[in-house]
């Protein structure tokens, strides 16, 4: 069973506040990542980390930062949200022998 | 560059009737291949890989995929669905156990 958390799983805020999604996992994972999904649409890598102090940009060019400092955590950032941010967003670790991503269950954002 | 295509959008199935979901990739280097399900407002949950071996593919839940390397295709498969089978399904692919590519996914409605 995996075990990578996110939080908070739902979260509704004004425009113009900053957020912090929180993401760890308790596997000893190097790899670590960020996905954007909107409803009934496919998966956009957003951030990704090789390990600590690593990260770099996916992808799809977001707005967010993103920050590994310790190898179990993984939090994104948003400075400033704007309804465009209005999102779910996934959080994953890889297995270095599988290859295999491990999802947490998502933050589904709503900027008012 | 790497990409998947799941040609289909929806698929409506009535219940214990056999479902095939389609894939086809590209990529000029050899990738690693993967089928992923998602249940409403959850992440996404490993269903089976291919890293290599046997191109027939056995994953949970009665789930079974076959490797077509001269198609590059990656279908998914199950005799007989379940009403809990409905949920949305992603193929993806990885070439070096770094990113991951998602296609767009295929959304599985299992009809009473």
């Known amino acids: 069973e995996a075990d990578i958390y996110q939080t908070p799983r739902y979260l509704v805020i004004g425009t113009g506040k900053k957020i912090t999604l929180e993401c760890s996992q308790t596997?000893?994972?190097?790899?670590m990542y960020w996905y954007q999904q909107d409803p009934g649409m496919e998966l956009h890598l957003i951030h990704y980390?090789?390990?600590?102090?690593?990260?770099e940009k996916g992808d799809l060019s977001s707005e967010s930062t993103v920050s590994r400092i310790r190898t179990e955590h993984f939090p994104l950032t948003l400075e400033s949200a704007r309804p465009s941010h209005t999102s779910q967003y996934l959080c994953?670790?890889?297995?270095?022998?599988?290859?295999?991503?491990?999802f947490g269950e998502g933050s589904r954002l709503t900027v008012l | 560059a790497q990409s998947v295509t799941q040609l289909d959008s929806q698929v409506p199935v009535f219940e214990e009737a056999p479902v095939e979901l389609r894939c086809n990739y590209s990529s000029s280097v050899s990738v690693y291949l993967f089928w992923y399900v998602q249940y409403p407002n959850q992440g996404l949950q490993l269903l089976l890989k291919?890293?290599?071996?046997?191109?027939l593919v056995k994953g949970i839940n009665g789930f079974e995929a076959e490797f077509n390397k001269s198609q590059t295709s990656f279908h998914l498969r199950k005799p007989s669905v379940h009403i809990s089978d409905t949920a949305e399904y992603f193929c993806?692919?990885?070439?070096?156990?770094?990113?991951?590519?998602f296609g767009p996914g295929t959304s599985l409605s299992v009809i009473p």
């Open positions: 993806a692919i990885g070439t070096s156990y770094d990113k991951v590519i």
């Open positions: 291919y890293l290599s071996g046997s191109t």
């Open positions: 980390s090789y390990g600590v102090n690593s990260t």
């Open positions: 596997m000893g994972h190097d790899k």
């Open positions: 994953a670790s890889k297995g270095d022998f599988t290859g295999e991503l491990f």
